[in-house]
T-cell receptor, first 112, second 112 residues
Framework: SQTIHQWPATLVQPVGSPLSLECTVE??????LYWYRQAAGRGLQLLFY??????ISSEVPQNLSASRPQDRQFILSSKKLLLSDSGFYLC???????????FGPGTRLTVT | AQSVTQLDSQVPVFEEAPVELRCNYS??????LFWYVQYPNQGLQLLLK??????LVKGINGFEAEFNKSQTSFHLRKPSVHISDTAEYFC??????????FGQGTELSVKP
């Protein structure tokens, strides 16, 4: 069966520090991968998605970047965090053949 | 462009009462529709999906939803809720690019 992991689970970082969040998927090959951000009391905002290694599409201009160095690894990064980067970050995957997405447990990021 | 509107941001209900969470979408093409549930500080879990066929879709935890093409709605229902159903519920619609667009969420609060 397929599983998706995210780490760390929680993170507190000062403004201006770098960020690296990791997401890995097991049990499937060549998945589509997604990064979402969920701000307090709001819905999900799609940040990035990837259909293959090295292929990243950005949905909104922002202080973040994403990379996919391996088929089942998706990384969210920032060189300098802003207060507005605080939120709950969710990684998800789907098969290329359908639209159903499966979500990881999320990372709670607090920028202080 | 597709969009999703969840008509209620919060729905309080007593235990064992029926509940309906409303979702309307807009799209000029055929869509796939989903309902996800999110418990506090967790990722999203798929409740049910409509891809084609019967307009009444049954999901996990006793939930069901009805696809109404003429009213562009996909309302979620449960005939008798439990305390454990307290969570945030998200409606989502597929896009031609294979991504999902989520509504802003409905917070279901089940009271004893």
């Amino acid at each position: 069966s397929q599983t998706i992991h995210q780490w760390p689970a929680t993170l507190v970082q000062p403004v201006g520090s770098p960020l690296s969040l990791e997401c890995t998927v097991e049990g499937t090959s060549n998945p589509n991968l997604y990064w979402y951000r969920q701000a307090a009391g709001r819905g999900l905002q799609l940040l990035f998605y990837s259909v293959g290694i090295g292929q990243i599409s950005s949905e909104v201009p922002q202080n973040l970047s994403a990379s996919r160095p391996q088929d089942r690894q998706f990384i969210l990064s920032s060189k300098k965090l802003l207060l507005s980067d605080s939120g709950f970050y969710l990684c998800a995957w789907s098969l290329t053949s359908n639209y159903e997405q499966y979500f990881g447990p999320g990372t709670r990021l607090t920028v202080t | 462009a597709q969009s999703v509107t969840q008509l209620d941001s919060q729905v309080p209900v007593f235990e064992e009462a029926p509940v309906e969470l409303r979702c309307n979408y807009s799209s000029s093409v055929s869509v796939y529709l989903f309902w996800y549930v999110q418990y506090p500080n967790q990722g999203l879990q798929l409740l049910l999906k409509y891809l084609s066929g019967s307009t009444l879709v049954k999901g996990i935890n006793g939930f069901e939803a009805e696809f109404n093409k003429s009213q562009t709605s996909f309302h979620l229902r449960k005939p008798s809720v439990h305390i454990s159903d307290t969570a945030e519920y998200f409606c989502a619609v597929s896009t031609q690019g294979g991504k999902l667009i989520f509504g802003q969420g409905t917070e279901l609060s089940v009271k004893p």
